[in-house]
């Protein structure tokens, strides 16, 4: 992940940075891809509000093909 890399461990993050943190509210995807079989995967949990998660939280999806689980953990531009 290149947010990593960007902002190193020391933080530093800038005022002028507007990009969200850990904890703000992001976009979330409905679906996803599944890696596995490459179709889509759909958003299992729950958020509040609809379609929002806060960075760092992590939310999970299941496929409808091959019924794999995937939990993602949402970074700052959401998933
Ligand atoms: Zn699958």
């Known amino acids: 992940m290149t947010t990593a890399d960007r902002w190193g461990a020391g933080g530093g993050r800038s005022d002028a940075d507007d990009r969200p943190v850990v904890g703000d509210q992001v976009p979330i995807a409905e679906r996803i891809i599944c890696v596995d079989c490459g179709d889509e995967a759909g958003l299992i949990s729950h958020t509040d509000p609809p379609g929002m998660a806060p960075v760092g939280s992590i939310v999970a999806y299941r496929c409808r093909s091959c019924l794999e689980?995937?939990?993602i953990e949402v970074d700052s531009d959401g998933i």
């Open 69 to 71: 689980r995937w939990d």
